[in-house]
């Protein structure tokens, strides 16, 4: 067992599990109970009143946004989106979005996010500084069209981009 987190409590769908033992082996759950397991463990985490739960989830997120926190905050929604976040994110560089989505996946993990659903121009760049952070994500880049009656897909250049990281970053990381 790698990893052993001993005498904590754990939040179940039941309630919580008082004096319990929680075993890691191969970054997966392998033991779950109040005897301690008789394998042997590398690494024993004292859990002695502590909260163990499961890691949260953020299912709508736009990473690189955390560099436009602050923008124009007092405003009603139409006027901070088309008065003042459009102009800013059309500045926006690829690089510029990495170091957004590396800011706001260091925020995540610090407050026990461990997965993330990103929707976010540059995807690329994203999903790239993303799997250095090792959070788990589901990203994709944007699509939507005014006028649905024109829209060509084979002519769509967003098409070709998530075609691309779809095929760069799709199972990425043993998924």
Not at 1 to 28: C, E
Not at 92 to 118: F, H, P, Y
């Amino acid at each position: 067992m790698d990893i052993l987190f001993s005498n904590v409590s754990v939040l179940t769908p039941d309630g919580v599990l008082p004096n319990a033992h929680v075993g890691v082996s191969g970054g997966k759950i392998t033991y779950v109970g109040t005897e301690k397991p008789d394998a042997p463990s590398a690494r024993v985490i004292p859990g002695a009143d502590r909260l163990l739960l499961p890691g949260l989830v953020n299912a709508h997120t736009h990473l690189p946004m955390t560099l436009l926190r602050g923008l124009a905050d007092d405003c009603a929604l139409q006027t901070w989106l088309f008065d003042h976040v459009f102009p800013a994110e059309e500045r926006l560089t690829g690089a510029a979005a990495a170091v957004g989505a590396r800011l706001a996946a260091a925020e995540a993990i610090a407050s026990g996010t461990v997965s993330v659903s990103d929707m976010y121009f540059f995807a690329e760049d994203i999903a790239a500084a993303v799997a250095d952070t090792g959070l788990k994500a589901n990203l994709s880049r944007p699509l939507a069209d005014a006028s649905p009656e024109s829209y060509d897909p084979k002519t769509d250049r967003r098409i070709d981009e998530l075609r691309s990281l779809m095929e760069r970053f799709h199972g990425y990381d043993n998924g």
